[in-house]
């Protein structure tokens, strides 16, 4: 459903013009009566590019009451808010995240940095602004595209320095530039800007002429950017970026410099205890000759030792009968290890129409399938391949053949990583046989990290699962 269609909702015609008026480019999801402050009201639900979601409250009358969309930000009573609540940046700062002319090797290495080691946000300055500060150059622009649909498609924020260490220091030409990158972003809500250097007051007050709904780190701005710890709860919020402490900062934001001893550092900070006490497998449910070739079991058919939840602190699967049993309102589990190269085997069973997955080499935050990857579990017997059937490299890379079984019934899966060179055997048969170092997309992933069996909504459970280093 799109703008136009609006009126087909049965909605009254001020809230149909409201629509019409507010959506852009968003596609209605879902509109709902409700009560807002005491009053008749409209929740509506809709979804724009790279699956970003926009809701708003509107009166009977029209009135637009409240617009939030995914992942953006704002300063509400001297708190940073993402959507409605409240945020606190934790990350490494990686300025050449931004430099369109390492795209996309740097940019997406930065963000498979910060994934790894648990970052909420990509920190980069800007580059490839024109000599003057009037616009970009074609291949920033391009760059710049790609790079907002990939953060909103990974639902990860942005912190963009307008003006890095080798920023021109021509006052004429850095107004030129703020109100070009104002201009340019002024719709992208996801994003926090950070004006630095002894003009920064005055060119964050042009910043905001332009895009007053965008938040900025400056001097007389909505944040300010220090280089210390403060003493003090500070009066606004405050982002430090300075020296690493001795423990993860409480309620402070901060961001971290990109180096090998601060990503180790974070990692740490970021670890859950029971990593620190890796679980000794049971392997009485191998064959002997799975435990001669080296296997190891990854689940010991009783309990759910060795796995942890990826979200809300629940597990999202229950050990019963001899299975890992996806239960309702859970979500997906991780392995406590990480893995770089393996051969992983195991067995599934899915409904019909059902979806899961196998994500491997997955990070601490974001979007496991876009830092690590993503074998697709579908239930869809008898469909003819895609990027998101079963055995795919997830919207990425089709399989050979869809091998799946009927619904209900038990499929065998090994997956065998070993540097750049992934296979896939489902069912006996080869879905994937690849190196990843001849996709531009998938070269610069994560060679090392946790598995993942994702839950999306439907009833799928997983046995025999067991894994043999290489």
């Given at each position: 459903m799109n703008v136009c269609q609006a009126a087909e909702l049965n909605l009254p015609p001020a809230v149909r013009n409201a629509l019409d008026r507010e959506l852009d480019n968003y596609r209605v999801r879902s509109a709902v009566e409700t009560v807002y402050e005491g009053k008749t009201a409209y929740l509506v639900t809709a979804q724009g590019r790279t699956e970003r979601r926009l809701r708003m409250t509107i009166g009977e009358n029209g009135e637009l009451w409240k617009k939030v969309y995914e992942c953006q930000f704002s300063v509400i009573d001297n708190r940073l808010m993402r959507e409605e609540s409240p945020f606190r940046i934790a990350s490494i700062y990686t300025p050449e995240a931004g430099d369109d002319q390492t795209a996309p090797k740097t940019f997406i290495e930065s963000i498979s940095k910060i994934s790894y080691a648990g970052g909420n946000l990509l920190a980069f300055d800007l580059y490839g602004l024109n000599p003057d500060g009037k616009g970009f150059s074609k291949e920033a622009d391009a760059f710049y595209q790609k790079m907002i649909d990939r953060l909103?498609?990974?639902?990860?924020?942005?912190?963009c320095r307008v003006f890095g260490a080798a920023a021109s220091k021509d006052s004429a030409m850095r107004l030129n530039a703020i109100r070009t990158v104002a201009d340019y972003f002024k719709k992208e809500n996801e994003f926090l800007f950070w004006i630095d250097g002894p003009d920064a007051a005055s060119l964050a007050k042009a910043f905001k002429k332009i895009a007053p709904d965008l938040v900025v780190a400056a001097p007389g701005g909505d944040i300010e950017v220090v280089d210390a710890y403060p003493n003090e709860a500070p009066e606004k919020p405050v982002i430090v970026i300075g020296p690493t402490p001795s423990q993860k900062p409480a309620n402070l934001h901060f961001l971290l410099k990109d180096t090998p001893e601060n990503l180790k550092i974070f990692d740490q900070w970021n670890a859950d205890p029971e990593e620190q006490n890796p679980v000794k497998p049971d392997n009485s449910l191998l064959s002997e000759q799975e435990r001669q070739e080296g296997f190891v079991s990854l689940f010991d058919g009783a309990t759910t030792k060795g796995w942890l939840p990826l979200s809300n602190g629940r597990l999202g699967f229950i050990a019963k009968d001899g299975l890992l049993q996806r239960t309702p309102g859970g979500g997906s589990i991780r392995t406590v290890e990480r893995f770089d190269n393996f051969v992983l085997r195991l067995e599934y069973r899915i409904v019909q129409n059902g979806n899961s997955g196998v994500q491997v080499h997955c990070p601490r935050s974001n979007r496991a399938s876009k830092v690590g990857f993503e074998v697709q579990i579908m239930g869809d017997y008898g469909d003819k391949p895609s990027k998101s059937s079963t055995g795919s490299i997830y919207y990425e890379i089709p399989p050979q053949v869809n091998a799946n079984k009927p619904a209900g019934e038990w499929n065998s899966m090994e997956i065998t990583c070993n540097g750049l060179r992934?296979?896939?055997?489902?069912?006996?048969?080869?879905?994937?046989?690849?190196?990843?170092?001849?996709?531009?997309?998938?070269?610069?992933?994560?060679?090392?990290?946790?598995i993942i069996l994702t839950d999306h909504g439907a009833d799928v459970s997983y046995r025999n699962i067991r894994i043999k280093k290489l």
């Open positions: 909103l498609y990974m639902k990860l924020n942005g912190f992934v296979k896939v055997i489902l069912n006996g048969q080869t879905a994937q046989d690849l190196n990843f170092d001849d996709y531009d997309e998938l070269k610069y992933r994560l060679r090392d990290g946790f």
